[in-house]
């Protein structure tokens, strides 16, 4: 078996991260955002991600129905 690499961590300049993200570089990216919408657009995305999260963590901490009864 051929030896694996261990992966390497680099940190992209916040700059550079988000000039590619506004040239539409990652897969996700399925539109261009102008750059004067640019920062809305990520607070919306993170603030969409924190629900989702409170959303799952409010779940785990609701209590079974099934352990209730």
Do not use: C, N, W
């Amino acid at each position: 078996m051929a030896a694996m690499h261990a992966p390497t961590t680099r940190t992209i300049p916040i700059d550079l991260l988000l000039r590619a993200y506004r040239a539409g570089v990652f897969p996700m990216a399925d539109h261009r955002i102008d750059d004067d919408r640019l920062v809305d657009h990520i607070v919306e995305l993170v603030e969409a991600r924190a629900a989702e999260i409170e959303a799952e963590m409010k779940s785990q901490d609701a209590p079974d129905a099934a352990s209730v009864a």
